[in-house]
């Protein structure tokens, strides 16, 4: 298996100093791993996180998020730890931003603009860049004026690279353009991947979702044994990967490996990266795959759960809906007509039999893997291929020697069982997809006759 990872190249430039806060309704135990999810955003962003500070309130102060007092407080740890960028857990408004750095003299960011940067790190391909534009510009409207004040200030650090530098002097209806712009750029690419998804159409199509760091490309990998970059920073891919995968028994599928998900994934970007999620919604089944390893992971189960059902309903699918239908063997999945698989993986990291237990006990339906030892992967090609095989039937093509085209379409789509030629004709004997039938047929040079048990 090839993989690629990522080194941390120099030393950290940012020296980041984490703020959060427990509303009465919140648990300050999940509220401290939410800390912790963003000091691992934040490191994930090439910061060093030199302290952080967790406020219990009643409810978030208009001004300045959190009250005064604290501000000084901050303002103090800053000074004593030589920080240089404070993050904020929750979303500031533009004004709360704006009077905060008033105070502190130092850049403030939040979550959105944390997670912003590092999808604008991350991001290799024309589409992930448009995309992350559209939502760094749609983020930064309203906030242009202390993006400016900034940027007078200073220049390159987390949460000011994107459109803020190189744009310094747009106003707003210049942003705005670059949006509408961006955005039929982006629907160009999205036809030209619509062509491409029908050219595929009837191959069957697995897609793994889930949190990020679940696993999800590391899995690809290991069962595609292709080098998709798997890393132990959040968010290491941005543009789904898709291979062909052929199943031990034989038949193949196409396997994508998504961008992950996190809580309160910016809406911004949801909006912009449905290009990538159409592969969500086109999926004939979905892995689902979850990191059983850590503490949290029944609450990343749900945020995904959520994610997944945002961008189903919000795209209009007609595959989502309220009432999710949940056959035997599938995951609680909101994309009702998309089959789930629920992948608990990382299970070598649970030596204990008695959590091990736990989880089958509390995920019947689910399939423990490591996708590091390879443990579970079988298995889970069985399931795949289960769900596969329902939808296959016997039938023999025939087609002209000449029709390189249609010959490389049946090779491609179908498990061959037999060839060979009858007179002028060449004549396959195949397994394939019920719908991968119905699209051969659409061929004028090929003639389908369906097998006598199909
Ligand atoms: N121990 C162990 N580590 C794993 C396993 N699967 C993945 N990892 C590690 O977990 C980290 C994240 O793996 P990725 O495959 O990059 O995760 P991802 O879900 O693709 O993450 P994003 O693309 O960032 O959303 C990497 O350091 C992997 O080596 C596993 O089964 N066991
Ligand atoms: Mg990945």
Not at 197 to 216: D, H, L, P, Q, S
Request: aromatic share 4%; charged share 30%; proline share 3%.
């Amino acid at each position: 298996m090839r993989s690629t990872r990522v080194t941390p190249s120099t030393a950290p430039l940012e020296r980041a100093f984490l703020v959060g806060i427990t509303l009465p309704r919140a648990r300050r135990e999940d509220e401290i791993q939410n800390l912790a999810e963003l000091e691992l955003l934040a490191r994930s962003a090439g910061a060093e996180v030199v302290g952080r500070t967790l406020q219990s309130r009643t409810r978030v102060d208009g001004t300045t998020f959190v009250g005064k007092g604290k501000i000084e407080e901050i303002a103090r740890e800053i000074h004593d730890h030589g920080a240089n960028l404070v993050i904020f857990d929750d979303d500031l408004t533009p004004a709360q931003a704006r009077n905060i750095e008033k105070i502190l003299e130092i850049n403030v960011i939040d979550r959105t603009e944390l997670i912003l940067d590092i999808f604008s790190r991350r991001a290799r391909t024309r589409q992930a860049r448009i995309q992350v534009e559209i939502a760094q510009l749609n983020y930064a409207l309203p906030r242009l004026r202390r993006l400016w004040e900034h940027l007078g200030r200073q220049a390159g650090g987390i949460g000011t690279r994107g459109p803020g530098e190189t744009q310094i002097e747009v106003d707003r209806r210049k942003a705005r353009d670059r949006i509408a712009s961006l955005e039929r750029e982006l629907e160009k690419i999205y036809r030209g991947a619509e062509e491409r998804r029908k050219r595929r159409e009837g191959i069957f199509t697995v897609t793994i979702v889930g949190y990020t760091n679940a696993g999800k490309s590391t899995l690809l990998n290991r069962i595609a044994g292709s080098g998709v970059l798997e890393s132990d920073r959040l968010f290491s891919t941005l543009d789904s990967t898709t291979r062909r995968v052929i199943s031990p028994g034989g038949e193949p599928f196409l396997l994508t490996d998504t961008i992950g998900f996190i809580r309160k994934l910016p809406t911004h970007l949801v909006d912009s990266f449905k290009v990538t999620l159409l592969d969500v919604r086109e999926a004939d089944l979905l892995l689902h795959v979850a990191d059983a390893s850590i503490d949290r992971c029944e609450e990343h189960i749900e945020v995904v759960n959520a994610v997944l059902e945002d961008v189903l309903v919000r795209s209009g699918s007609g595959k989502a809906g309220a009432g999710a239908r949940r056959g035997h063997g599938e995951a609680a999945s909101p994309s009702a007509s998309v089959p789930t698989v629920l992948v608990l993986n990382k299970i070598d990291l649970i030596e204990d039999a008695g959590r091990r237990n736990a989880l089958r006990v509390k995920h019947p339906d689910a399939v423990l893997t490591s996708a590091a030892t390879g443990e579970g992967a079988d298995a889970l090609l069985e399931i795949v291929e289960s769900h596969l095989g329902k939808e296959l039937v016997e039938a023999e093509i025939l087609v002209s020697p000449e029709e390189g085209r249609v010959i490389a379409l049946i090779e491609r789509s179908a498990k061959v069982l037999s060839r060979k030629l009858a007179g002028d004709r060449m004549v396959f004997r195949v397994r394939v997809r019920k719908r991968e039938v119905a699209i051969l047929e659409r061929e004028r040079a090929v003639r389908v006759r369906r097998a006598p048990s199909s």
